[in-house]
């Protein structure tokens, strides 16, 4: 069964500090892997894309990592701001891209001053 | 910048209503999406469009419907709401082909209250 699990289920942060959110998927045949931040009450909103061939991609602090192979991915976040609060979901596409998106329940993020 | 918008973000009906949920977007997009999300759930797609006219059931289609009349809007159709599709509603779009495809861009969502 196609399935995205993302660890841990939340996360509390001082403002400044660095985390990694871990995306654990068990989709085939993988197409892309995503990140998308979701501020509450927002849509989501995409953070980097990867195809098979990519292993790392960096979006100013946040820099997403995919291991084809163990089919894991993270999800860095440089020196934590406030605004990066918000939940974060992985999402793996299987097969022909744009339908068929496999989402992960999302890590909630919270950065305290 | 690619918008998508929908008809409203916040939405109180009554058991029993028809609910009509709008979105449209400006990109020229083939492909729309609706999703619902649900605490502990994540995102579940109910129907999917990829041309005008043209639509495709999702994982969760049962009680909704959904029209696409032009390329730029896709309705969602509750036909008659009911308590337990008390949710957060988002509209999605993206190109059909290619690694343009790869890209979904969402609209802010409609949170519905069915009471």
């Known amino acids: 069964k196609n399935q995205v699990e993302q660890s841990p289920q939340s996360l509390i942060i001082l403002e400044g500090k660095n985390c990694t959110l871990q995306c654990n998927y068990t989709v085939s045949p993988f197409s892309n892997l995503r990140w998308y931040k979701q501020d509450t009450g927002r849509g989501p909103v995409s953070l980097t894309i990867?195809?098979?061939?990519?292993n790392t991609k960096s979006n100013g602090r946040y820099t997403a990592t995919l291991d084809a192979d163990t089919k894991q991915s993270s999800l860095h976040i440089t020196a934590s701001q406030l605004s990066d609060s918000a939940s974060y979901i992985c999402?793996?596409?299987?097969?022909?891209?744009?339908?068929?998106?496999?989402f992960g329940k999302g890590t909630t993020l919270s950065v305290s001053s | 910048d690619v918008k998508v918008t929908q008809s409203s973000r916040y939405l109180v009906k009554r058991t029993g209503e028809k609910v009509f949920l709008e979105c449209v977007q400006d990109?020229?997009?083939?492909?729309m999406f609706w999703y619902r999300q649900d605490p502990g759930l994540g995102l579940r797609l109910i129907y999917f469009?990829?041309?005008?006219?043209?639509?495709e059931k999702g994982d969760i289609p049962e009680g909704y419907s959904v029209s696409r009349e032009k390329k730029e809007r896709f309705s969602l159709i509750l036909e008659s709401a009911s308590t337990n599709q008390t949710s957060m509603y988002l509209c999605?779009?993206?190109?059909?082909?290619?690694?343009?495809?790869?890209?979904?861009?969402f609209g802010p969502g409609t949170r519905l209250t069915v009471t």
């Open positions: 990867m195809t098979f061939s990519e």
């Open positions: 999605a779009s993206s190109f059909r082909q290619g690694i343009l495809s790869y890209e979904q861009y």
């Open positions: 990109m020229d997009h083939e492909n």
């Open positions: 999402v793996v596409s299987e097969g022909q891209a744009g339908t068929a998106l496999i």
């Open positions: 469009s990829y041309d005008v006219k043209m639509k």
